[in-house]
């Protein structure tokens, strides 16, 4: 496929920051467009997203450096044939450091992922199912393909953490409906999340209800037994008891003291890596929890390695795992990079891949990373970052790989725009 146009230009996310947005145009005039996310709650070893660092513009954040290198790489990109699999490994030579930080992941991944959205159009396919095909090609090796409606909804709906002003030191209360089509999941997702608002109305009042950067509620609260008993009587009340689960993601490198060893998890309350685990064992034993993404900071392996060895039993039956374990999720831990996640296959450190393209910059290296999690039976979610467009390519990947979906709640626009592409996915035309 040759590439006979390439443009990029800074527009805005979710938070006000600058991001970038890269234009791709094929021979035959096929057009692909991608919006690059960005976290807040990053993992050291994310792959570099490349800001001007210009305190005089948008606070140092503007990431003209990386327009510029998409640009430049015109010369080198325009009219040459290419593969998603051969353009991404000249973004990466091209770069030629560990962690792209020389043209920026940001810069590479608009290419890459513009790139295949265009083919996508060449070939007259929806997005997801040029996607599959892609990652099929990829990676021979991975034979396990799930079935386009297994694909679970991870719905943020109480925001904390870095996503929010309140005390929660866990960053994300999620609910997950287990039962019926993904379009039957949003409509349970958007009734509870109804619910919700009302329950907390009702018990903080009015002013309460604002919500965090996922589009979560962010109530004045500071324990998490005070948002998972909201969400307990927001499902009740929704009238879904028994068919949603919830999970967690602590980010807890984000309220973790490295030179302590100590998590501060409720503010004032600072425990060691198995007192955490504990306390983690004690809400599974109360709360229908079945998954918990980054318990433990990126790289505290003992404090994974132990909670693997002493998993506590779900409360429900657990649709990730048959012997009803919890699963933990890797996020910061792996930030989507085959070496990180053979390291903690190898040790053993969680049992589920957290997928975020813009963590390790390609799309080929998000594949290879999904095709090495399925293969050993982890679970996968492909996930939103806080920082978002309105851009739903997300979605098309989750339903391209049968993959679970991580994307916050139904609110705010850039949220809803990875809702409604799923919608338009599974709604009969
Ligand atoms: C997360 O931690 O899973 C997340 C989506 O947040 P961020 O994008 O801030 O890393
Ligand atoms: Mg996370």
Same mark, same amino acid.
């Given at each position: 496929m040759k590439i006979i146009n390439l443009n990029a230009i800074q527009i805005l996310d979710s938070r006000a920051n600058p991001t970038l947005q890269v234009d791709v145009i094929l021979e035959d005039g096929s057009k692909g467009s991608f919006q690059v996310p960005s976290g807040a709650s990053t993992g050291i070893h994310e792959a570099h997203e490349l800001r001007d660092e210009n305190m005089n513009f948008y606070h140092g954040k503007?990431?003209?450096?990386?327009?510029?290198?998409?640009?430049?790489?015109? $010369?080198k990109l325009l009219n040459q044939d290419f593969t998603q699999e051969s353009l991404d490994s000249f973004l990466i030579a091209t770069d030629g450091?560990?962690?792209?930080?020389?043209? =920026?992941?940001?810069?590479?991944?608009?290419?890459?992922?513009?790139?295949?959205?265009?083919?996508?159009?060449?070939?007259?396919? &929806?997005?997801? !199912?040029?996607?599959?095909?892609?990652?099929?090609?990829?990676?021979?090796?991975?034979?396990?393909?799930?079935?386009? $409606?297994? +694909?679970?909804?991870?719905?943020?709906?109480?925001? /904390?953490?870095?996503?929010? /002003?309140?005390?929660?030191?866990?960053?994300?209360?999620? #609910?997950?409906?287990?039962?019926?089509? &993904?379009? $039957?999941?949003?409509?349970?997702?958007?009734?509870?999340?109804?619910?919700?608002?009302?329950? #907390?109305? $009702?018990?903080y009042g009015k002013n309460d209800t604002a919500v965090g950067d996922e589009g979560g509620f962010a109530p004045s609260i500071s324990k998490a037994e005070e948002a998972l008993n909201l969400i307990v009587e927001a499902v009740k009340k929704a009238n879904y008891e028994g068919l949603v689960t919830i999970a967690l993601d602590s980010a807890a490198s984000d309220f973790y003291d490295a030179d302590l060893k100590l998590y501060e998890v409720e503010p004032g309350l600072k425990l060691d890596y198995k007192k955490l685990s504990a306390y983690y064992s004690d809400l599974v034993a109360k709360y229908p929890i079945v998954s918990i993404e980054d318990p433990f900071a990126e790289?505290?392996?003992?404090?994974?390695?132990?909670?693997?060895?002493?998993? &506590?039993?779900?409360?429900?039956?657990? &649709?990730?795992?048959?012997?009803?374990? +919890? #699963?933990?999720? =890797?996020?910061?831990?792996?930030?989507?990079?085959?070496?990180?996640?053979?390291?903690?296959? !190898?040790?053993?450190?969680?049992?589920?891949?957290?997928?975020?393209?813009?963590?390790? =910059?390609?799309?080929?290296?998000?594949?290879?990373?999904?095709?090495?999690?399925?293969?050993a039976g982890w679970h996968t979610i492909v996930s939103h970052r806080s920082g978002e467009t309105s851009d739903d390519f997300i979605s098309d990947l989750a339903v391209g790989l049968s993959s679970s979906i991580k994307i916050?709640?139904?609110?705010?626009?850039?949220?809803?725009?990875k809702y409604n592409k799923l919608l338009n996915i599974y709604s009969k035309k």
């Amino acid at each position: 496929m040759k590439i006979i146009n390439l443009n990029a230009i800074q527009i805005l996310d979710s938070r006000a920051n600058p991001t970038l947005q890269v234009d791709v145009i094929l021979e035959d005039g096929s057009k692909g467009s991608f919006q690059v996310p960005s976290g807040a709650s990053t993992g050291i070893h994310e792959a570099h997203e490349l800001r001007d660092e210009n305190m005089n513009f948008y606070h140092g954040k503007s990431v003209m450096r990386a327009v510029e290198n998409v640009l430049n790489l015109r $010369e080198k990109l325009l009219n040459q044939d290419f593969t998603q699999e051969s353009l991404d490994s000249f973004l990466i030579a091209t770069d030629g450091s560990q962690n792209k930080e020389i043209l =920026g992941a940001n810069a590479i991944l608009g290419i890459s992922v513009a790139f295949a959205k265009a083919c996508a159009m060449h070939f007259s396919l &929806p997005i997801y !199912e040029y996607l599959r095909r892609v990652a099929f090609k990829i990676n021979m090796e991975n034979k396990k393909v799930r079935n386009l $409606e297994d +694909i679970h909804l991870f719905a943020n709906i109480i925001n /904390g953490g870095l996503h929010s /002003g309140n005390k929660l030191n866990i960053q994300e209360f999620m #609910i997950v409906p287990t039962n019926g089509s &993904p379009i $039957e999941k949003i409509r349970a997702i958007s009734e509870i999340y109804h619910e919700l608002k009302s329950i #907390i109305e $009702e018990k903080y009042g009015k002013n309460d209800t604002a919500v965090g950067d996922e589009g979560g509620f962010a109530p004045s609260i500071s324990k998490a037994e005070e948002a998972l008993n909201l969400i307990v009587e927001a499902v009740k009340k929704a009238n879904y008891e028994g068919l949603v689960t919830i999970a967690l993601d602590s980010a807890a490198s984000d309220f973790y003291d490295a030179d302590l060893k100590l998590y501060e998890v409720e503010p004032g309350l600072k425990l060691d890596y198995k007192k955490l685990s504990a306390y983690y064992s004690d809400l599974v034993a109360k709360y229908p929890i079945v998954s918990i993404e980054d318990p433990f900071a990126e790289d505290d392996f003992e404090g994974f390695a132990y909670f693997m060895n002493n998993l &506590p039993t779900t409360i429900v039956q657990n &649709p990730f795992n048959k012997d009803s374990k +919890i #699963i933990v999720v =890797g996020d910061d831990l792996l930030v989507t990079n085959p070496s990180r996640i053979s390291m903690a296959m !190898e040790k053993n450190l969680c049992s589920s891949l957290l997928l975020k393209i813009n963590q390790i =910059g390609t799309l080929s290296e998000s594949l290879k990373a999904f095709s090495m999690a399925n293969g050993a039976g982890w679970h996968t979610i492909v996930s939103h970052r806080s920082g978002e467009t309105s851009d739903d390519f997300i979605s098309d990947l989750a339903v391209g790989l049968s993959s679970s979906i991580k994307i916050g709640a139904p609110a705010r626009g850039e949220r809803v725009a990875k809702y409604n592409k799923l919608l338009n996915i599974y709604s009969k035309k």
